[in-house]
């Protein structure tokens, strides 16, 4: 008579795929187990797509709002240059858009191919849209000049003239003046005692954090 053991396989799973994967489908409680399994929650696929991506495109705010909290990046970049926030306003979810914009969303980032930002992504034959566009357009506008021009960098910046300013993501810079006729992306602003041009794509309203 011969006896089989049975050996005991044990299948391992991705922690980034199984996070990508719930984060699409909406199931939040393998998002929040395999949120803290991944090295960084913000790692994207082949084509750059994030977890955050994902959770904004299948319209998933419950997830949207972990992932955030846990610390993705509000700001990456899938391959074509598309980051959350253009994700939200393609699709004309105005409290997404809105939480973003408040946890660090940069409002002038724009996509590689067609060079637009999250407002020109507002789909005007969906439901939605004017709120949408007419919000984003509004904060386009009132960048730099509420809370008396205070910004936050979105992204670490180096100066490649002398008069540009560097900064680090996180720094809260002041803008006083917000380009003119012959340069509109780049804004003159003060950190601390220095002043200079700063790239007004790499600014939000707020920085991204943690809660």
């Known amino acids: 008579m011969f006896h089989f053991q049975a050996a005991m396989r044990r299948v ?3 922690p980034l795929a199984l996070l990508l994967d719930a984060s699409l489908e909406g199931e939040l409680e393998l998002v929040k187990r395999t949120a803290t399994q991944v090295t960084n929650p913000s790692a994207a696929n082949d084509e750059g797509i994030t977890a955050l991506h ?6 998933h705010f419950e997830i949207v709002k972990f992932l955030v909290q846990f610390g993705c990046d509000v700001n990456a970049q899938d391959s074509d240059g598309w980051t959350p926030l253009h994700c939200a306003a393609s699709c004309n979810n105005l409290p997404m858009v809105k939480f973003l914009v408040e946890h660090g969303a940069c409002i002038f980032a724009t996509t590689h191919s067609d060079i637009e930002t999250a407002a020109e992504k507002c789909e005007e034959d969906e439901e ?5 566009s007419e919000y984003l357009y509004s904060v386009q506008v009132k960048l730099g000049i509420l809370n008396q021009g205070a910004v936050y960098a979105v992204y670490d910046y180096e100066a490649h003239n002398t008069d540009e300013l560097s900064f680090n993501d996180g720094d809260q810079l002041v803008v006083l003046r917000k380009g003119d006729e012959l340069e509109r992306e780049w804004w003159w602003s003060k950190i601390g005692s220095k002043e200079g041009y700063v790239p007004r794509n790499l600014l939000g309203v707020s920085f991204n954090y943690s809660e």
């Not at 994902?54 to 319209?59: D, R």
């Not at 939605?128 to 949408?132: L, N, S």
């Open 12 to 14: 391992s799973f991705d």
């Open 54 to 59: 994902n959770a904004i495109c299948a319209g």
């Open 128 to 132: 939605g849209f004017d709120g949408c």
